[in-house]
């Protein structure tokens, strides 16, 4: 078998392949672009941020698995795999806990100002160090809502139930079991759509991207919010129309934001620069190096199980 990577992935990751015994597996992998002879591969590791549109897919006649890096896969073209019978795998596991631990993050720094109050210390124009300055909230005592309580939704949950918030979520299905793991008599509570908007002091997405939930938030569900409230999302940019989000910051219809995913990405809406009330992050939800060699060795997992026609033990989308 031949792999085809289309991104610098770090090599510790994939040890276990060059231990395996195939002898095509042996030495350096190929590399999309840098081998003239990429087409022939058999098997490619893309990565979230990669398009694999239909053509490049016809462009190698004896592709037989896409393992994609990351949890998301609305990077591949789905049907033109699906056409050819090519196995596409992700990356479920390994992304949770770094994501969910950005969404913290993230809320800790909007409600807390972290970020504005470092920038006007770093620009000397800061307010001064007094009692009744520089004043910020807690999330001690609030009510995070969540949309889309999955794995990361529940990573997230746990952290914030252990910080004395209240827990509310939306979720296509009501969960069996509200309890949150770990933390003793701390559940989450599921509300409609509409309700998680209206009573929650932060609302984080936190659910997969499909055509259904395009502009999921725009102008009427910002509207529904609280003003004291903050927007957190580390899903999927298409999630917000970042236009109504940015007239609801400028206008105070909401407090706050905080992202980590943008709408038209890699490019940023210039009017979110020039917020005093938005955190920005650079799609880095994922990207600890801890996180980022976790997710190459589930690539390993999947191409070896691939190779073992071992199918119960890949992460199969398709």
Not at 55 to 83: S, T, V, Y
Not at 177 to 206: C, H, M, P, W
Not at 267 to 274: A, D, F, K, V
């Amino acid at each position: 078998m031949r792999i085809a990577f289309t991104t610098e992935l770090p090599k510790e990751g994939f040890k276990r392949l060059e231990a395996y015994p195939n002898p095509s597996l042996k030495g350096r992998p190929l590399l999309v672009g840098k081998d003239t002879n990429w087409t022939e591969a058999e098997i490619l590791v893309s990565t979230f941020d990669y398009k694999v549109p239909r053509e490049m897919i016809e462009a190698m006649p004896n592709l037989q698995l896409i393992a994609n890096f990351g949890a998301g896969f609305n990077n591949i073209d789905l049907d033109a795999c699906r056409e050819r019978g090519i196995r596409v795998t992700n990356t479920p596991e390994p992304v949770i806990e770094p994501t969910a631990e950005l969404a913290f993050a993230l809320m800790i720094n909007i409600a807390r100002r972290v970020s504005e109050f470092d920038l006007a210390i770093r620009n000397g124009n800061g307010e001064p160090m007094a009692v009744m300055n520089n004043l910020s909230h807690s999330l001690y005592g609030k009510t995070l809502g969540i949309i889309g309580m999955g794995r990361i939704g529940k990573a997230l949950a746990r952290r914030a139930a252990a910080s004395g918030m209240k827990i509310i979520y939306h979720n296509r299905r009501r969960l069996e079991d509200e309890r949150i793991k770990g933390i003793e008599g701390a559940r989450a509570e599921y509300v409609d759509f509409q309700t998680l908007l209206q009573d929650s002091d932060f609302v984080s997405l936190n659910l997969p991207y499909t055509p259904e939930v395009h502009h999921l938030i725009g102008k009427p569900e910002l509207g529904m919010m609280k003003r004291s409230a903050y927007l957190i999302n580390t899903a999927r940019g298409a999630h917000v129309h970042e236009a109504a989000l940015v007239e609801a910051l400028k206008n105070g219809i909401i407090a706050g934001a905080a992202l980590d995913v943008y709408e038209f990405e890699p490019q940023i809406t210039s009017e979110l620069l020039t917020l005093p009330n938005v955190v920005l992050s650079p799609h880095t939800g994922t990207g600890t190096w801890e996180g980022r060699i976790s997710m190459c060795e589930n690539i390993c997992d999947n191409i070896l199980a691939f190779m073992d026609n071992d199918l119960n033990k890949m992460n199969i989308v398709l």
